[in-house]
């Protein structure tokens, strides 16, 4: 009987294996970061059509989600960037094309703030302004209060570390110095990483936030998110 038993496990293991298999093969090769039977949208609607689009969208949430975790404070500014970039870029566009760029674009900002776990390997990015850290709104609201009527303000230029001459962390372009961030404002995860970066031989930063002004000098306004970008 055993001999039998035995006889019989050897086709009956090959066929689960061959079942096994093809259910496999039939599966989507990719999936979106959301159920796409329950995709209601034009954009969901698009993604889930385009197993390309699909995978990306499933990088994005990977590479958004350790960019996050990463960021410390900085990660509620991220949220809603990451928002605006949804309403304001992606959702804009009008077909499968414009919403890959969109995509890979995207990845290539936030590539520098990802762990060994999600960095992407058998991907290649586009070479644009990178995201290298988010400096957070200042904590103290009496010595640096919200102001919402705050301009932007965009400066390129070179690092530099002038926290041991009580200024802060600098960037130095052609048109002089703007502060970036306050010594009195600067957190212990924006100093240890901002003088790393200040380091690197690649020293050409782009600096997006809101600007403000005391005594003539322009400087980040430290109620606000600032974005430090290293340039490709």
């Known amino acids: 009987m055993r001999r039998t038993s035995a006889a019989f496990s050897a086709p009956l293991a090959l066929l689960l294996y061959s079942f096994l298999l093809a259910l496999a093969c039939s599966a989507p090769a990719a999936a979106a970061s959301f159920p796409c039977e329950k995709a209601q949208s034009r954009i969901e609607k698009a993604i889930c059509a385009d197993a390309e689009l699909s995978q990306l969208d499933e990088y994005l949430a990977r590479y958004y989600g350790g960019a996050r975790a990463g960021l410390g404070a900085g990660a509620a500014c991220l949220a809603a960037d990451q928002r605006s970039w949804l309403s304001k870029t992606r959702n804009t566009c009008a077909d499968a094309a414009c919403m890959k760029k969109a995509y890979l674009e995207r990845l290539g900002e936030l590539h520098p703030l990802q762990p060994g776990v999600?960095?992407?390997?058998?991907?290649?990015?586009?070479?644009?302004?990178?995201?290298?850290?988010?400096?957070?709104?200042?904590?103290?609201?009496?010595?640096?209060?919200?102001?919402?009527?705050?301009?932007?303000?965009?400066?390129?230029?070179?690092?530099?570390?002038?926290?041991?001459?009580?200024?802060?962390?600098?960037?130095?372009?052609?048109?002089?110095?703007?502060?970036?961030?306050?010594?009195?404002?600067?957190?212990?995860?924006?100093?240890?990483?901002?003088?790393?970066?200040?380091?690197?031989?690649?020293?050409?930063?782009?600096?997006r936030g809101q600007a403000a002004t005391s005594g003539g000098k322009i400087y980040y306004e430290p109620s606000r998110c600032v974005f430090l970008y290293r340039l490709p």
């Not at 570390?161 to 372009?173: N, Y």
């Not at 002089?176 to 404002?185: I, K, N, P, R």
């Open 118 to 207: 999600t960095s992407l390997r058998n991907l290649e990015l586009p070479r644009v302004p990178a995201l290298v850290w988010i400096i957070p709104p200042a904590q103290d609201n009496v010595a640096a209060p919200p102001k919402p009527n705050a301009p932007p303000l965009e400066v390129r230029g070179e690092l530099f570390d002038d926290v041991a001459q009580g200024d802060g962390f600098l960037l130095r372009g052609a048109q002089g110095s703007t502060l970036l961030v306050m010594v009195m404002f600067i957190d212990d995860a924006t100093a240890s990483r901002l003088s790393v970066l200040a380091k690197m031989p690649n020293n050409s930063y782009f600096a």
